[in-house]
């Protein structure tokens, strides 16, 4: 039995390395963290476990849990691994409609609900709760429903009626059984679930806690959500590494959070790390004289930023009196300890890379998915183990090749097992050799390194022939402090345009400072000064685009994207095809001038066309006129 594959073997390490820890895991309620031990962690799991054989539940059973970041959430975790159940995390944010497909197609027999928001979302599908009999339970202690902690109670009061029953249960896990089932947040179609089991998660977290060095004695905050394979393969390898997690329950106290919890390494979107230097720059913006000065030279300085070029005396005499006055500060905004932020769900722009190293604060872009559980490759914390503008290179035990059409395909033990209940769709991912297509296409270079140009299903192609990769513009689009999100369309058209969600905070302070005037957002992205600032923005990327690239026509939208309104996926991902519905009429019209000189100009060479024909028809037959040709001369 291989059982350091396990998910719940986990807790044996605790027990046998990290013993003494007073803070394994902590949570904030009423202002205060309240901190469980090693011990702690490793008791209220077991007998949580005990507690759920005591109420009925049986090996192979189906638990959710709905909820926002907290101890319990691990709690929960781990009994249901060591108790042989699948756990099916699922967002918090989804809607109505995907919470209902989710809990009738994985079978759910229970939820474990976080707070009193989440309790009115759950029930909101009560006719899905009651005709599948899904039982409900709260995780707070100061629920008045019977909950999470009663059952750890049950589970204390009979402990040794099912000890030997779970020690038996877990003898009998091998690392390659399914542990859990993550649905696909997906920006098409109902979301997929994907069966992963305890090797294929452990084996990950093993595989990327060799990226730092950090260890036992040093701490890290998590406010990702849980539920997504990303924040939760990161939740085990902290724990693999002996790390005090801090978790973030309110996304509203994260900055204080960070200071108090002092972290050395968090994981994050690239979206949260634009709003930092975002709010950052707009905080220099405020400045004024020397110090604003002073600000964004460091800033111009850290922009330049470059970890592979050695022996610049002059920039790095620059960059040395640059941490001192300006980057020293941005450290302290993040706690002061703080040396890696892992990113990763979708492309990092490379600014922020430079910058935030220059803060020394070193950003360690990986990629991957849910179906590989999920890292494929990241970049290490040491010299000449990371490359900006890459996603580093392939993790041991992965193999990965690239397609004849770019498609990055892998294979290795962190490949899930399928698509639960959907075996036709494994078959589509998952070829007969082992080898699952990612969808993105990319490319390796000579020291190893992999770089993601673009998802595959999003290159569109022109009228012309000529392909576009819309996020590779689109990020680029978004460096800009005006612009929050943007979606390049064109597909099958002559020219490339681009639809723009403004950031509108940035925006309503640039119209005060410039004395525009507007009654709502639907009015200001009409106003010509507005658009003719952003067609100003929209030049500057432009010119570092090739000529089929760059953005003909742009359109701004009175609203902000966001996966609550279901422009957005949970992982911030583009909505293309919602996007495209909600906003047809704006693309019709955009390209409608071109349809409509089509149009007439296939009516006018169809008249044309029918005069010719006229006059062929009225030409009378010419008798033959015999000529003949010689070098220079003509006879009649």
Known sequence: M????????LLDRYKELFSEKTDALAGKRDGKWIKYSTSDYI??????AYGLLESGFTKGDKVATITNNRPEWNFVDMALAMSGMIHVPIYATISAEEYKYILEHAGVKAIFFGNNAIEKKVAAIDDIVRTNNIKTYPLLKDHNSFGFWDIVKIGRDNAEKH???????????????????????GTTGNPKGAMLSHRNIISNARSTSKAHNYYKNHKTISFLPLNHVYERMMNYHFQYKGLSIYYVD??????????EVQPVIFNSVPRLLEKIYDGIIGKGKNLKGLSKYIFFWAVKLGLKFDPERKNRFLYNTGLFIARKLVFKKWQEAMGGKLGIIVSGGAALQNRLERIFGAAQINVLQGYG????????????????EYRYGTV??????????????GEIMCRGENIMLGYYNQPELTKEIINKDGWLHTGDIGEIDAQGFLKITDRKKEIFKLSAGKYIAPQVIENKLKESF???????VGENEKYASTLISPNFTFLHDWCTRHKIQYRDNNELIKIPEVVTRYQKEVNVVNKALSEHERIKRIRLVCEEWSSQTGEMSPTLKLKRNVLSGKYK?????????DHDRVKNNGNELNGIKKELTDSIKNIKVLPKVGINLKKNEKRN
């Open 369 to 384: 998915m849910t179906e590989t559980s999920p890292v494929i490759a990241v970049n290490h914390h040491f010299p000449g």
């Open 43 to 48: 008791e209220i799991s077991h007998n949580f």
């Open 392 to 405: 580093g290179k392939i993790l041991e035990n992965i193999e990965v090749k690239i397609g004849e059409d």
């Open 250 to 259: 309110n996304m509203n106290s994260l900055v204080s959070d960070i200071k």
């Open 2 to 9: 291989e059982s350091k594959d396990r998910i719940f073997d």
């Open 163 to 185: 000890k030997a029953t779970i020690d038996s249960i877990k003898d009998s896990i091998g690392s390659n059984d399914m542990v859990t089932i993550i649905y696909t947040s």
């Open 585 to 593: 009429s704006i693309i019709d019209e955009i390209y409608a001038a």
């Open 482 to 488: 005006f612009i929050e999100q943007a979606m390049v």
